[in-house]
């Protein structure tokens, strides 16, 4: 089994930084704590990124006029779907 261990090395603006998060002064009780949190933040940013991408892309859809949108039928539907995907139209 691997080491679940990672270490860490930072000098420089990057240490005082992290001693002045860390201790009896900081936010964070030790080192690992900040960076643990820092992990966890970092996903939930990718995570919003991506939401917000889903959001932007419903907004410019559901912009357009009503009378701009045409009906189609099921099978239509279907037969897009699967041309946009690259895949054979099979009845």
Known sequence: MANPNVTL???GSLRTHLEECTGPNGDY???SEYLRDLI???M???DSIKWER???S???GLS???REYQS???AELKRRGRARNGLRNEE
């Open 9 to 11: 090395r930072v000098s």
């Open 29 to 31: 009780e030790t080192p």
């Open 40 to 42: 966890r933040r970092d």
């Open 44 to 46: 939930q940013n990718k």
């Open 54 to 56: 889903v959001r932007a």
């Open 58 to 60: 419903l907004a410019e």
């Open 64 to 66: 357009f006029d009503e």
């Open 72 to 74: 189609i039928d099921r």
